[in-house]
T-cell receptor
Framework: KNQVEQSPQSLIILEGKNCTLQ??????????LRWYKQDTGRGPVSLTI?????NTKSNGRYTATLDADTKQSSLHITASQLSDSASYIC???????????FGKGTRLSVIA | GEEVAQTPKHLVRGEGQKAKLYCAPI?????VFWYQQVLKNEFKFLIS????????ETGMPKERFSAKCLPNSPCSLEIQATKLEDSAVYFC????????????FGPGTRLTVT
């Protein structure tokens, strides 16, 4: 069964600190993996996209990693800001026309 | 437009009433997707369209749910005889391509069934 598991479920960190969110997937056939940020009351917005051959990709303070062998991905946020408070969702795109597989997300709260 | 637009933002219906949600995809995008998010859990795929044609409806409940994307009109998702468990946020996304193409999400419609 295609599944995406994220951890932790929720996380509280102080402003300025770094954090890492985890995503494990059992999905086939894999096309690419994306991390989305979903602010409260808004739709998800794509942060990064990782294809099978990519190990690391950065987007400002966000750095995503992908290990296709162990089927794990992480999202590292550096020097967190209050505006980083949101849900971060790991989404796996499959090859062909199969619908996306979503994780349940990690709820991040950055506090002053 | 440059953003996916969804209306209404909030919708409250009594159990058994009909609910209709609308989505205007980004101009030039051929694919439209509907997702259901219950209680901030994972997104559940409902249905996708390629222009006005149903592309994949494997996630649609067999009864009560229907959807359309007609030319020159917003796409719509309709729920007949709503039930309490239909309470969720319904997101629409649009894309230039199916499969691995980037999907752009709308802000969602929060449906509350009382």
């Amino acid at each position: 069964k295609n599944q995406v598991e994220q951890s932790p479920q929720s996380l509280i960190i102080l402003e300025g600190k770094n954090c890492t969110l985890q995503c494990n997937y059992t999905v086939s056939p894999f096309s690419n993996l994306r991390w989305y940020k979903q602010d409260t009351g808004r739709g998800p917005v794509s942060l990064t996209i990782m294809t099978f051959s990519e190990n690391t990709k950065s987007n400002g303070r966000y750095t995503a990693t992908l290990d296709a062998d162990t089927k794990q991905s992480s999202l590292h946020i550096t020097a967190s800001q209050l505006s980083d408070s949101a849900s971060y969702i790991c989404v796996v795109f499959l090859s062909g026309n199969t619908p996306l597989v979503f994780g349940k997300g990690t709820r991040l709260s950055v506090i002053a | 437009g440059e953003e996916v637009a969804q209306t209404p933002k909030h919708l409250v219906r009594g159990e058994g009433q009909k609910a209709k949600l609308y989505c205007a995809p980004i101009k030039g995008h051929s694919y439209v997707f509907w997702y259901q998010q219950v209680l901030k859990n994972e997104f559940k795929f409902l249905i996708s369209f390629q222009n006005e044609n149903v592309f994949d409806e494997t996630g649609m409940p067999k009864e009560r749910f229907s959807a359309k994307c007609l030319p020159n009109s917003p796409c719509s998702l309709e729920i007949q005889a709503t039930k309490l468990e239909d309470s969720a946020v319904y997101f629409c996304a649009s894309s230039q391509s199916q499969g691995g193409g980037e999907q752009y999400f709308g802000p969602g419609t929060r449906l509350t069934v009382t």
